[in-house]
């Protein structure tokens, strides 16, 4: 077969972004060099989250897992001499994704580019940041007004951006099966569709055009096969909905078109060289099938579960691309499944299922009510606790986390200091201060840009309204608005929203039978509790600072509240100040909190010292999370009791070790429950 008659490869991406806009535009620049053939930005949590750099809620993750852009010339610095008309660029944001958008557009058009052919994808999917990944900003209605407001304004202005990528990569690692990812993806499409139809900007002869640039962003496990399967369903679901609801003639505009990121989050710190091969089945399971083949794929780096992985790691996985992709024979072929019984029966069976729970949740009421009401959460919060209780109990085995865990000494991590990136604590400041001269010089020469107080204003005027807010937030960029002004512009109309933590609703995982693990916790549980003269022991699950990940810190409290804790559990998005408030006025007896973002080097020595300052030094700080061993050492030297990561999979046992670590932090004696 000759080259030219090959399927052209898919948008290979990697999705980077750290420290400042001018270290992320030079990553940029040297990964385009190496081929990559489409741009992923991360954003950092303050500008994924609406705050400035220098807000409370900001410090220690400025720059850490993304790039911080708090106005037009952060942006402009960001794709400095990147031509972004010839440029697909995707946008991992969410809540702040209107703003993002302005600020592209205006970048831009001052770069001289026609608008109508900016070509990329704002991810713009708020209903998972409810579910699983924790940025989200104002309530579920609001909400789904500004991605109402920026499908419509793109349909007409930049006819080729994805303005939406339904996401339900983040369901998956927040325990969904691939049932629950598939019906939740489409019936947050479906709520999306019905706001844009119902909201009166598009006419009924242009929905066609919306639907065709609807994009889906999907998690890919390791589970190859299975996860195949799902893509092709995917498919079929996508095109009996949008033909059946929304009468879409045209098969092209029906195309089930994603983007996959691979599982990232069932990437181990032990043996980590495993997740080579890991990366390379999840690719699979998204290029085999011509007929379900992503449009785009991005692949983590062997080493995210240790840390921020350095440039040659990342050029490691555009490569595991570039070989499948320009080396071997997978573009030569029509789809190799086509008429194979197995695959089918697996495709009709997701098919069946997941028609099923889409009409569950539209007898609730859609998918807005169904995230309102908890259901949601709570399904996922039960599943993610099931798959867990498999892999403790060894049912689901993980190669060198609970089996064969003897390895040979790794190379690769023989310098864990050298073997991820590590961000320095300086650029925070830096980047503070720089915001500071832009707030105050940003009237002046060479920007000359008008007050933003105005457009501010024209802003929550707009919003107080039923008009169109693009309009208004491209005033506050050119008008050099910063993100937290944004933002708080709307949180000033629209209210804040703090999202169901689906723990209290969560049915028990693991079954306590006599003489198991989690029994003998119990008994250890309820004897300490007699041993301090209370009635149940409190345990306060603490997330500070803007990580929204909250799945593990969800995995905890859960088996807390099995082993006999009274667990106190507010959810996200807390400062190391309310946390210490909640411990005290709660009188608990541990304290857990739950970082991934990389912020713990700086906020839970801030709560120990809040603590110690409130004479509560008998109440145990143990965290989690992200955590390399040399900080990990340094939070212990703090007065940290125990730190668990990743590798630490046994919860039950994680359980049992608080309950020891309250018994030495009140001088009680161990305790010694038989086996």
Same mark, same amino acid.
């Given at each position: 077969m000759t080259e030219r008659q090959k399927d052209r490869p898919w948008l290979m991406r990697t999705y980077a972004g750290h420290?400042?806009?001018?270290?992320?535009?030079?990553?940029?620049?040297?990964?385009?060099?190496?081929?990559?053939?489409?741009?992923?930005?991360?954003?950092?949590?303050?500008?994924?989250?609406?705050?400035?750099?220098?807000?409370?809620?900001?410090?220690?993750?400025?720059?850490?897992?993304?790039?911080?852009?708090?106005?037009?010339?952060?942006?402009?610095?960001?794709?400095?001499?990147?031509?972004?008309?010839?440029?697909?660029?995707?946008?991992?944001?969410?809540?702040?994704?209107?703003w993002l958008l302005a600020l592209y557009q205006v970048v831009?058009?001052?770069?001289?580019?026609?608008?109508?052919?900016?070509?990329?994808?704002?991810?713009?999917?708020?209903?998972?940041?409810?579910?699983?990944?924790? =940025?989200?900003?104002? +309530?579920?209605?609001?909400?789904? /007004?500004?991605?109402?407001? %920026?499908? *419509?304004? @793109?349909? &007409?202005?930049?006819?080729?951006?994805?303005?939406?990528?339904?996401?339900?990569?983040?369901?998956?690692?927040?325990?969904?099966?691939?049932?629950?990812?598939?019906?939740?993806?489409?019936?947050?499409?479906?709520?999306?569709?019905?706001?844009?139809?119902?909201?009166?900007?598009?006419?009924?002869?242009?929905?066609?055009?919306?639907?065709?640039?609807?994009?889906?962003?999907?998690?890919?496990?390791?589970?190859?096969?299975?996860?195949?399967?799902?893509?092709?369903?995917?498919?079929?679901?996508?095109?009996?909905?949008?033909?059946?609801?929304?009468?879409?003639?045209?098969?092209?505009?029906?195309?089930?078109?994603?983007?996959?990121?691979?599982?990232?989050?069932?990437? =181990?710190?032990?043996? +980590?060289?495993?997740?080579?091969? /890991?990366?390379?089945?999840? %690719?699979? *399971?998204? @290029?085999? &099938?011509?007929?379900?083949?992503?449009?785009?794929?991005?692949?983590?780096?062997?080493?995210?579960?240790?840390?921020?992985?350095?440039?040659?790691?990342?050029?490691?996985?555009?490569?595991?691309?570039?070989?499948?992709?320009?080396?071997?024979?997978?573009?030569?072929?029509?789809?190799?499944?086509?008429?194979?019984?197995?695959?089918?029966?697996?495709?009709?069976?997701?098919?069946?299922?997941?028609?099923?729970?889409?009409?569950?949740?539209?007898?609730?009421?859609?998918?807005?009510?169904?995230?309102?009401?908890?259901?949601?959460?709570?399904?996922?919060?039960?599943?993610?606790?099931?798959?867990?209780?498999?892999?403790?109990?060894?049912?689901?085995?993980?190669?060198?986390?609970?089996?064969?865990?003897?390895?040979?000494?790794?190379?690769?991590?023989?310098?864990?200091?050298t073997a991820i990136q590590t961000v320095d604590p300086a650029v925070e400041a830096r980047v503070i201060a720089s915001l500071q001269q832009w707030r105050d010089s940003r009237y002046q020469p060479p920007f000359n840009h008008p007050r933003p107080c105005k457009a501010l204003e024209r802003l929550k005027e707009a919003a107080r309204g039923d008009g169109n807010l693009m309009e208004a937030t491209l005033k506050c960029a050119r008008a050099g608005a910063t993100t937290g002004e944004w933002a708080g512009a709307l949180r000033e109309v629209f209210g804040e929203f703090r999202a169901p933590t689906g723990v209290s609703s969560a049915p028990v995982a693991v079954p306590v039978e006599e003489g198991s693990a989690l029994d003998l916790v119990r008994r250890k549980v309820d004897l300490t509790a007699k041993d301090l003269g209370v009635g149940k022991l409190r345990f306060l699950v603490g997330k500070p600072g803007l990580d929204g990940h909250s799945n593990g810190a969800e995995q905890i409290a859960v088996r807390a509240r099995d082993a006999g804790f009274e667990v106190v559990y507010q959810g996200i998005r807390l400062t190391p100040e309310q946390i210490v408030d909640a411990a005290l006025a709660e009188d608990v007896h541990a304290v857990g909190l739950s970082i991934l973002s990389g912020s713990h080097a700086q906020l839970v020595p801030d709560v120990l010292e809040r603590l110690r300052v409130a004479g509560a030094t008998d109440i145990p700080v143990i965290a989690g999370g992200i955590i390399p061993n040399g900080d990990a050492e340094q939070l212990r030297e703090a007065g940290v009791a125990a730190v668990f990561t990743p590798k630490d999979f046994d919860i039950t046992g994680i359980i049992g070790r608080i309950v020891d670590e309250i018994r030495k932090a009140n001088k009680l004696d161990p305790l010694e429950v038989p086996a």
């Open positions: 420290s400042t806009a001018e270290a992320s535009n030079e990553l940029y620049r040297r990964n385009l060099a190496k081929g990559q053939t489409g741009l992923s930005v991360a954003f950092d949590l303050p500008t994924q989250t609406g705050y400035d750099s220098d807000h409370i809620l900001a410090r220690g993750e400025v720059g850490r897992v993304g790039v911080p852009i708090a106005h037009v010339g952060d942006m402009r610095r960001l794709f400095q001499d990147i031509p972004l008309e010839q440029m697909n660029t995707s946008m991992t944001i969410n809540a702040t994704a209107m831009a058009e001052e770069q001289g580019a026609d608008i109508t052919k900016l070509q990329g994808t704002t991810q713009n999917d708020i209903v998972k940041e409810y579910l699983s990944r924790g =940025t989200h900003v104002f +309530p579920p209605g609001p909400s789904l /007004r500004l991605t109402t407001d %920026m499908i *419509a304004y @793109t349909v &007409s202005h930049m006819p080729k951006w994805n303005p939406i990528n339904i996401c339900s990569y983040h369901l998956q690692e927040a325990g969904a099966t691939p049932v629950q990812e598939i019906a939740y993806a489409m019936s947050t499409a479906i709520a999306v569709l019905d706001a844009v139809r119902d909201s009166g900007q598009v006419p009924q002869d242009r929905m066609g055009d919306v639907v065709a640039r609807i994009s889906f962003f999907v998690n890919a496990g390791v589970r190859f096969v299975e996860e195949m399967c799902k893509m092709r369903a995917f498919g079929r679901i996508w095109d009996r909905i949008t033909r059946e609801r929304y009468g879409i003639e045209n098969p092209k505009q029906r195309r089930f078109r994603y983007g996959v990121q691979v599982n990232s989050l069932g990437l =181990t710190e032990a043996q +980590p060289e495993n997740n080579v091969q /890991r990366i390379v089945l999840e %690719m699979l *399971a998204v @290029t085999l &099938s011509k007929d379900a083949r992503a449009r785009a794929v991005q692949l983590p780096a062997w080493n995210e579960a240790l840390g921020l992985p350095r440039p040659w790691d990342q050029q490691w996985s555009l490569r595991i691309q570039q070989v499948l992709a320009y080396e071997s024979d997978l573009l030569e072929y029509e789809d190799i499944f086509e008429g194979s019984k197995v695959i089918e029966s697996k495709v009709e069976q997701l098919v069946e299922a997941s028609f099923a729970e889409i009409d569950r949740i539209q007898e609730m009421g859609g998918a807005m009510a169904a995230v309102e009401s908890g259901y949601l959460k709570s399904q996922l919060v039960a599943s993610h606790a099931e798959r867990r209780g498999r892999i403790e109990s060894g049912q689901e085995k993980i190669i060198g986390v609970n089996a064969f865990e003897g390895t040979e000494p790794n190379p690769l991590t023989a310098d864990l200091d």
